[in-house]
């Protein structure tokens, strides 16, 4: 089964640093781009960052607003993709999602494969 | 950043009925290369992730009931549930991913009128 699992939220104090994983089964992780988006409490979601497969640089793209602080890694050989989330602040609280991104002829498909999420709580 | 609205907010439909729910985007996302739109549209019920729909504007992901249907180009989309049913409430989402940032439109909620 193509899945994806989320991993690592938790109850964490403002400025501290928190580190989510998605773990990839059923299909290369290797062969996709990975993007992380997030959901606070009864809002709408919104993109937090990006990052191509190997083929194309493994670079990453951030949202404005976590550029500086989050980081996207890889590690296609153990199939998962990390997101390191530092200097947290309370407005961070989210349920975070990682989702697959396919290459399609020119730019990416759209986003077929989404984890459950992880919940993350920034507060003291 | 391309910005995505929808319209309505909310919407109250009769089950059986149709629902239509508008999506605009602040700049085209049609690429002239394949005459593809960039534009998705996921459902996303209490306590789950989004699920895809449509993509390509207007192309229905595998397994999706065929009274879910997509339509329009460029900067204007439409996503139609031609007899709404029960299973069908929850709330749906535009978005485009022509370009980073991929951006969400704010959502509309259907409920049983």
């Known amino acids: 089964e193509v899945q994806l699992v989320e991993s690592g939220g938790d109850l964490v104090q403002p400025g501290r640093s928190l580190r989510l994983s998605c773990t990839a089964s059923?299909?290369?992780?290797?062969?996709?781009?990975m993007t992380w988006f997030r959901q606070a409490p009864g809002k709408g979601l919104e993109w937090v960052g990006f990052?191509?497969?190997?083929?194309?640089?493994?670079?990453?793209e951030y949202a404005a607003s976590v550029k500086g602080r989050f980081t996207i890694s890889r590690d296609d050989s153990k199939s998962i993709a990390y997101l390191q989330m530092n200097s947290l602040r309370t407005e961070e609280t989210a349920v975070y999602y990682c989702?697959?991104?396919?290459?399609?002829?020119?730019?990416?498909?759209?986003?077929?494969?989404w984890g459950q999420g992880t919940m993350v709580t920034v507060s003291s | 950043d391309i910005v995505m609205t929808q319209s309505p907010d909310s919407l109250a439909v009769s089950l059986g009925e149709r629902a239509t729910i508008n999506c605009k985007s602040s700049?085209?996302?049609?690429?002239?290369?394949?005459?593809?739109?960039?534009l998705a549209w996921y459902q996303q019920k209490p306590g789950q992730p989004p699920k895809l729909l449509i993509y390509?504007?207007?192309t229905r992901e595998s397994g999706v009931p065929d009274r879910f249907s997509g339509s329009g180009s460029g900067t204007d989309f439409t996503l139609t549930i031609s007899s709404l049913q029960a299973e069908d409430v929850a709330v749906y989402y535009c978005?485009?991913?022509?370009?980073?940032?991929?951006?969400f439109g704010p959502g509309t909620k259907v409920h049983i009128k």
């Open positions: 990052i191509r497969s190997k083929a194309f640089g493994g670079t990453t």
């Open positions: 700049q085209s996302v049609l690429y002239s290369s394949n005459k593809k739109n960039y």
């Open positions: 390509w504007a207007s």
């Open positions: 989702t697959r991104v396919p290459y399609a002829d020119y730019g990416y498909d759209a986003f077929d494969i």
């Open positions: 059923g299909f290369t992780l290797g062969d996709y781009a």
């Open positions: 978005q485009q991913y022509d370009s980073t940032p991929f951006t």
